[in-house]
């Protein structure tokens, strides 16, 4: 695990490590009695064995968290406005820093904090653009105030509820992905949830957890005109982090065929036209068809399972365990050839799913599939 620990002083530069060995007396006896009290144990115990922290101690609750004063061994302190939340998303995050009031924002003495269970990199990313301290209850922190940086990050974390809802991104949540899919068509397209209900032909509740999701990102907004996308890279970033972990184990069948690739996705359109064996490309073989940038050697498809024997029986594709050439990965479900496209007479994938498939592979696939989130998606 990296860990970073640094701390600047206006006259000096301390350096610190966790090989470090410092003893102090930590004074808990003015910890408040309140719900918060676990937040205030662990943000003190935390600061005290710094150092250049000479004293950390609880100053008086609020609604939201409670105040603490941290004193350095310099002289100087700053006071930490610590808000405690159970969900620590970005929109949340954003509000709370909205509705605090210039002066607050613009001392140099006060400095927001947030706690939480989990601070998520989305969540940490926010903090830092929006210059406020965090600290979880899983071992991650950030605080930057003019005597102290500080940061220690990869902790994962240690409140996950097993029995918790699937997220969006889920592969098995087929109506999460193909209203996805239906909104990542056209970026710039502003959906109302009851249009996107009824061209989807899928529940209300369905669209308005995939839309809250979202825009407790802040990666959409809901405006008067409806949802509109705010940050298409980051969706189509996080969808692919959970997508190609579940796509691992998805059946895929291996083949090599003497044809160079050119040669055999003609003979695929052929065999789509002369037999009605439907094939669709993806990965570089489907990207190109959007945005020629690599070369390649190897050809992707989506099939479906009841087509695929009599497909490598008449394309003569020979399953490999070594050295493919071909790689069919099986359609278990239909969403994922949703909005597919007929480009010069070729099936393809449509971009949200080659920008999928594509960040999954070896090679430039990373590169094929940028090209494709900045042509066809953003």
């Not at 904090?113 to 965090?134: H, K, N, T, W």
Request: glycine fraction near 4%.
């Amino acid at each position: 695990m990296k860990v970073f620990l640094n701390y600047l002083e206006f006259s000096c530069f301390t350096k610190y490590n966790r090989f470090t060995t410092v003893v102090k007396e930590v004074n808990l006896m003015k910890l408040s009695k309140q719900s918060s009290l676990k937040e205030q144990e662990q943000l003190i115990e935390t600061l005290i064995k710094i150092p250049v922290v000479e004293q950390c101690e609880w100053l008086r609750d609020k609604n939201d968290g409670f105040l603490a004063k941290l004193s350095f061994s310099d002289a100087d302190s700053v006071e930490l406005d610590v808000t405690v939340l159970q969900r620590a998303y970005p929109s949340i995050i954003a509000n709370i820093a909205e509705k605090r009031t210039p002066s607050e924002s613009d001392s140099e003495k006060v400095y927001p904090v947030i706690m939480a269970p989990f601070i998520s990199d989305e969540s940490a990313r926010q903090c830092d653009a929006l210059r406020v301290g965090y600290m979880d209850m899983s071992g991650n922190y950030k605080l930057h105030v003019p005597s102290l940086y500080v940061s220690e990050r990869g902790y994962p974390n240690r409140f996950i509820v097993k029995r918790s809802a699937k997220t969006i991104f889920d592969p098995s949540s087929q109506v999460s992905s193909k209203i996805l899919r239906e909104i990542m068509r056209d970026v710039n397209h502003q959906w109302k949830l009851g249009q996107l209900s009824e061209k989807l032909a899928c529940s209300i509740g369905q669209v308005f957890k995939v839309k809250k999701y979202l825009c407790e990102q802040l990666w959409a907004e809901m405006t008067s005109d409806g949802l509109r996308i705010l940050d298409a890279q980051a969706i189509m970033r996080a969808w692919s982090d959970t997508y190609s972990k579940k796509a691992i184990d998805s059946e895929v069948v291996d083949c090599y065929t003497l044809l160079q690739a050119p040669d055999f996705e003609e003979k695929v359109r052929q065999i789509q036209v002369n037999y009605g064996i439907d094939s669709y490309l993806t990965g570089f073989a489907g990207g190109v068809r959007y945005t020629p940038v690599v070369r390649y050697n190897k050809v992707h498809l989506l099939m479906h399972e009841k087509d695929v024997k009599e497909f490598l029986q008449i394309s003569e594709c020979k399953t490999v365990e070594t050295g493919a050439n071909v790689q069919i990965r099986v359609v278990d479900s239909d969403e994922l050839l949703y909005d597919f496209r007929e480009l010069n007479g070729y099936q393809v994938a449509s971009p949200v799913q080659i920008y999928l498939d594509c960040t999954k592979l070896k090679g430039r696939g990373e590169e094929m599939a940028e090209a494709i989130l900045a042509k066809e998606i953003e």
